[in-house]
């Protein structure tokens, strides 16, 4: 792993990071440990940890990414935020332990709708009492999407691969109930986007 190789990047990932630390600030103060599901570029991981040091941040992804990942979390030499590990939310159950907080962004439009519902498994089984689970990404409510650039992006996700897309607020919802998680905040966010905050009671 060399020092000088450029870390990985993502520009979508730094134009989010301020707007979706606004919301965890809200939320995160007096968590200990945090699960992170598709950690990709580490930008995320590297910024929010920074910003809660009491706050442990144990970052994922799919093995494929894993060397990327560790990469910039590596070089960010925090003490609290470990090596990530190696998680596929469709080998249920995780191979981890139980969280606090469980957090993703940009992830469930990516993989499949089985693979979202593996994820509401995962997450019923590996969040603490009265944990948080915080989802960043795109959404469409009661079939519509909010924007004619997310009905666009979806048609761009499905060419790429047919499993993915935007999805249902209410489908997504319901999963998260499935699990015993209660909505508490739907965000609306830039770049029509959400961060849906669930809890645990």
């Given at each position: 792993?060399?020092?000088?190789?450029?870390?990985?990047?993502?520009?979508?990932?730094?134009?989010?990071?301020?707007?979706?630390?606004?919301?965890?600030?809200?939320?995160?103060?007096?968590?200990?440990?945090?699960?992170?599901?598709?950690?990709?570029?580490?930008?995320?991981?590297?910024?929010?940890?920074?910003?809660?040091?009491?706050?442990?941040?144990?970052?994922?992804?799919?093995?494929?990414?894993?060397?990327?990942?560790?990469?910039?979390?590596?070089?960010?030499?925090?003490?609290?935020?470990?090596?990530?590990?190696?998680?596929?939310?469709?080998?249920?159950?995780?191979?981890?332990?139980?969280?606090?907080?469980?957090?993703?962004?940009?992830?469930?439009?990516?993989?499949?709708?089985?693979?979202?519902?593996?994820?509401?498994?995962?997450?019923?089984?590996?969040?603490?009492?009265?944990?948080?689970?915080?989802?960043?990404?795109?959404?469409?409510?009661?079939?519509?999407?909010?924007?004619?650039?997310?009905?666009?992006?979806?048609?761009?996700?499905?060419?790429?691969?047919?499993?993915?897309?935007?999805?249902?607020?209410?489908?997504?919802?319901?999963?998260?109930?499935?699990?015993?998680?209660?909505?508490?905040?739907?965000?609306?966010?830039?770049?029509n986007n959400q961060l849906?905050?669930?809890?645990?009671?």
């Amino acid at each position: 792993m060399s020092l000088f190789e450029p870390l990985p990047f993502s520009q979508a990932s730094e134009n989010n990071k301020l707007p979706i630390l606004d919301v965890l600030s809200r939320h995160l103060q007096n968590q200990a440990s945090l699960l992170e599901i598709g950690g990709g570029t580490g930008q995320h991981a590297e910024c929010f940890a920074a910003n809660f040091p009491g706050l442990k941040w144990q970052s994922s992804d799919v093995s494929a990414n894993l060397d990327n990942l560790n990469r910039r979390i590596v070089r960010a030499e925090l003490t609290n935020l470990p090596p990530a590990i190696n998680l596929d939310v469709n080998e249920v159950p995780w191979k981890c332990g139980a969280f606090d907080v469980i957090y993703s962004a940009n992830c469930l439009h990516i993989i499949s709708t089985s693979a979202v519902e593996c994820f509401f498994q995962g997450v019923g089984a590996h969040l603490n009492e009265k944990g948080l689970l915080l989802v960043y990404g795109p959404f469409k409510y009661s079939g519509a999407f909010t924007t004619d650039s997310n009905a666009h992006f979806d048609v761009w996700l499905k060419g790429r691969d047919p499993v993915s897309g935007v999805r249902d607020f209410e489908w997504v919802n319901q999963l998260a109930n499935d699990v015993g998680l209660r909505l508490a905040e739907d965000n609306a966010m830039p770049a029509n986007n959400q961060l849906l905050v669930w809890h645990k009671p």
